[in-house]
T-cell receptor, first 109, second 113 residues
Framework: GQQLNQSPQSMFIQEGEDVSMNCTSSSIFNTWLWYKQDPGEGPVLLIALYKAGELTSNGRLTAQFGITRKDSFLNISASIPSDVGIYFCAGRTGNQFYFGTGTSLTVIP | EAQVTQNPRYLITVTGKKLTVTCSQNMNHEYMSWYRQDPGLGLRQIYYSMNVEVTDKGDVPEGYKVSRKEKRNFPLILESPSPNQTSLYFC????????????FGPGTRLTVL
């Protein structure tokens, strides 16, 4: 299967700091997606990206679809305690979805 | 309330004993999918269905079966479970096969001894 590598694996940050995480793939995707998973729940879609170079924001979250179509990044500005969770990137090819390995975010008040 | 439900939420079973995990959505979604989540590996797609009677293999289909006889239901069947199928399983649905916003169920934690 296709491999999506996410980094970093985990982050411990102070409340109010900005966060940056990225995702790289060996394959090209037509759509990049970013999800957040809270403990004990299923992932929830945060941002969807459809075009190479696209930069999209959702509140304090900003994500970009890499020019090569093989990477994407997610930024979270001014983190707050409820940002805690695991963040997954996902790439879509046809009707199949491939998820990254996840970035675990801990926000210290 | 719009939701995806899964049953059971927790299951401990033994090798070789057939089991079914049910998934149901009340949003009239066409696309449904099953994933397994393992530490360090993220979520991997097992099977997906674009509509009734239309199913297809995902990235890790070996050892699993699915069926889609009704639009709302998409059960995951393990005919002969093995310990390497111990995992956290998620069902998800989206409005259509073109839709990217998948709504995930609460997960089923399966342990195969």
């Amino acid at each position: 299967g296709q491999q999506l590598n996410q980094s970093p694996q985990s982050m411990f940050i102070q409340e109010g700091e900005d966060v940056s995480m990225n995702c790289t793939s060996s394959s090209i995707f037509n759509t990049w997606l970013w999800y957040k998973q809270d403990p004990g729940e299923g992932p929830v879609l945060l941002i969807a990206l459809y075009k190479a170079g696209e930069l999209t924001s959702n509140g304090r979250l900003t994500a970009q679809f890499g020019i090569t179509r093989k990477d994407s990044f997610l930024n979270i500005s001014a983190s707050i305690p409820s940002d805690v969770g695991i963040y997954f990137c996902a790439g879509r090819t046809g009707n199949q979805f491939y998820f990254g390995t996840g970035t675990s975010l801990t926000v210290i008040p | 309330e719009a939701q995806v439900t899964q049953n059971p939420r927790y299951l401990i079973t033994v090798t070789g004993k057939k089991l079914t995990v049910t998934c149901s959505q009340n949003m009239n979604h066409e696309y449904m999918s099953w994933y397994r989540q393992d530490p360090g590996l993220g979520l991997r797609q097992i099977y997906y269905s674009m509509n009734v009677e239309v199913t297809d293999k995902g990235d890790v289909p070996e050892g699993y079966k699915v069926s889609r006889k009704e639009k709302r239901n998409f059960p995951l069947i393990l005919e002969s479970p093995s310990p390497n199928q111990t995992s956290l399983y998620f069902c998800a649905s989206s409005l259509s096969s073109g839709g990217n916003e998948q709504f995930f169920g609460p997960g089923t934690r399966l342990t195969v001894l």
